[in-house]
Each structure stands twice: as structure tokens, then as C-alpha cells.
């Protein structure tokens, strides 16, 4: 896999958090390591296929991270993740799948989306169980860290 | 969504439990309430697309349930979720979509499937974003409950 492929779905992080919730996400290094885990509290997982090609975009948020978002983009505070969180971390992987199957689509790379999926619990950990290499970004915001993971055969 | 629809997938998810952890899945009554949510220590979520349509299932499994089905596929005992458990649901829910998928296909609904994802992590909940209905089903098995998940748009 390579960086044409991962980096529209960076881009549509970045993307995304920057005009719906006025939130900086700063992208660390890409790993490939097949050991690491994301790791947070709240998950959005998001499924990818056509004929020829198939994949997983998922991105994990802490806690705190996902609070001040929601808050951005709702203007309104909140205090734990409950179903209002659960739908913003929906929207946002609807939105960031979105936005890379279009940068992907205009180099050639055409697929349909699935349905998102939102995981809560503290402290969970998702990996994706596929032959190729899954790319794991973290990202940094002013109210903590969120984890981007991509996969694609 | 009718049980055409659902049906394959339950079946699928017997025959798999029986098959390959000869293990009985005893299912309950299908529920579709909006609010409920499958909740478990260990669940394998795996999209479908295509063109037409799109969706999405969950295989939640109790962490006794798990490893009592992972020892049974294996041959060997386990103690904890751990990374070969991990890679047991991964496998469960990609023969569960595979058999659904062709159950599906012999009654004219095609579509491609995504890559699984397993997350781990005590108690923790999956909701699925769709405009749509989602079925949720529990089985019973000898070792305890898992939940089955399906939503299609």
C-alpha cells in the first residue's frame, strides 16, 4: 500500500475536523508495524469494497479528544461520550471515507462505501485482519489524541 | 428489511459455530429497536457494498462464549482474549459474511465484502449508523451469549 492510496484518507481527516469542528489534527508518522493497535475510547469503523479491491478506514478517538470535537461542532459541552458522541464519530467516518473515495476516485481508484459502526468502551483496541499492511497514523489535537487506521488489499 | 434478507446471515452464523467449533447457537427473537445495542468483551465487524446497496454486521461474543469457542476450533485451552482470539472472531465473521453472502447471491442481492475488524475491550457496545432498520439477535450457546448485528440499506 502505498502513500497515494493512505493519503487521501489523512487529508480527509485533516479535512474534516478543520471546517466542521474548527479542530486542528496534527498527523505523527505512519507506522505499518502489524503489532500496534489503535487504542481509545471511542471508535468509528467504516468498511470499503468493488470487485477488485477492498478495505477498512477506522479512527479512534480518547475520550477528551472526542469531547472537545463534538463540542465544536455542536456548540454545545459535554461531559461523557453518550449517543450524541456515538453519532458525531458516525458522521465524522461517513465524512472522511467520503472525502478520501472522491481524492481516490479522481486517481482511478473507484469503490462503495459500507455502513459506519461506532464501538464504545474505555480503552478498547481494533485491528484489522487482513494479508496486507495496515497504516497507523495518530494525530494530535489540542485536547488529545486520535488514531487513524487504514487498510486495503 | 425482511427476513430474506436477515435469515442467510443467522444461518450462516450456525453453520459456521457448528461446523468449524461444533458448537450449537441457539438464536432468540430478532429484535429491531433503534436503541438497544449489542454489548460484549470481543466483537468482529466486517461492511458490505455495492453499487446498489450497502451494510454492515457484528458478531458480539461474551468473553466465556469466546473462549469456550475458540478452544473447541483450536483444540487447545484458553484463559484470556488475547491475540489468538482475536484472529479466531476475525476468521468467524469472515466465513459468517462469506456463507451469507452466497446464500444472498443465489436469490439475485449481490455484493462485495469488506475487511473484518475485531475490537476488544470489556463491555463495550456497537451501534451501527444507518437510516435503516438493524436487526439484533442473541444466541445462546453452552458457554454463553453472542449477538449478531445486521443492518442494510
Chains 1, 2 share one sequence.
Not at 489534527?25 to 468498511?47: C, F, M, N, S, W
Not at 449517543?83 to 472525502?99: A, H, K, L, P, Q
Not at 481524492?103 to 487482513?130: C, N, Q, R
Request: charged letters at 20%.
Amino acid at each position: 500500500m502505498n502513500a497515494e492510496i493512505v493519503n487521501p484518507f489523512l487529508v480527509s481527516l485533516v479535512n474534516v475536523l478543520s471546517t466542521m469542528a474548527k479542530t486542528e489534527a496534527k498527523p505523527g508518522k505512519p507506522t505499518l508495524k502489524q503489532g500496534e493497535k489503535a487504542q481509545g475510547d471511542v471508535t468509528g469503523v467504516i468498511g470499503l469494497s468493488s470487485a477488485k479491491t477492498k478495505g477498512s478506514l477506522a479512527i479512534t478517538f480518547k475520550e477528551s479528544a472526542i469531547l472537545q470535537i463534538a463540542s465544536q461542532m455542536l456548540g454545545e459541552e459535554f461531559g461523557k461520550i453518550d449517543d450524541s458522541i456515538s453519532d458525531v464519530v458516525g458522521e465524522i467516518t461517513n465524512m472522511v471515507m467520503g472525502g478520501a473515495k472522491k481524492l481516490l476516485s479522481e486517481k482511478g481508484y473507484k469503490f462503495d462505501m459500507a455502513i459506519p459502526s461506532v464501538i464504545v468502551g474505555k480503552d478498547h483496541t481494533i485491528t484489522h485482519k487482513t494479508k496486507g499492511p495496515v497504516v497507523l497514523v495518530s494525530f494530535e489535537t489540542v485536547a488529545g489524541n486520535l488514531f487513524v487506521e487504514v487498510c486495503f488489499e
